[in-house]
């Protein structure tokens, strides 16, 4: 089964001016804006798996933030097909993008909660 961490991060930072990845580097501020994708749990099935991902949005304002998790929100919503050795069926948004804490001032955080349905390419 694909790793969605491993499909959708590369995905991220190809789509949008961000680095991504599944945690965030001791760098942070120097790296914005940032997107973290986790997965967070979700079932598996033989075919398919139906993974929980938290998806969080780093950037030096809370403007950037909240834009760039918007659009990060609308592009996962309409992503559909072959992407990195997968094939995405469904997204759904199980929570919307919205601040979260983060112990440095200098850095805003937008995180939301989505699934995806995927299969192996």
């Given at each position: ?46 075919f398919?798996?139906h ?16 834009t760039?998790a ?33 112990t440095?001032p ?5 995180g939301?909660?989505?699934t ?6």
């Amino acid at each position: 089964m694909p790793d969605i961490e491993a499909v959708l991060n590369p995905w991220a930072e190809a789509t949008f001016e961000a680095t991504a990845g599944a945690e965030t580097p001791d760098d942070l501020e120097d790296e914005l804006p940032f997107i973290r994708i986790e997965r967070g749990g979700g079932p598996d099935e033989m075919f398919s798996e139906h993974p929980r991902v938290f998806v969080d949005v780093f950037a030096g304002t809370a403007d950037q933030a909240r834009t760039l998790a918007n659009s990060l929100r609308d592009a996962l919503l309409f992503l559909r097909g072959p992407v990195n050795g997968a094939v995405i069926r469904d997204v759904r948004c199980d929570s919307g993008p919205s601040r979260q804490p983060w112990t440095n001032p200098a850095v805003h955080r937008r995180g939301a909660t989505y699934t995806v349905s995927l299969r192996d390419a």
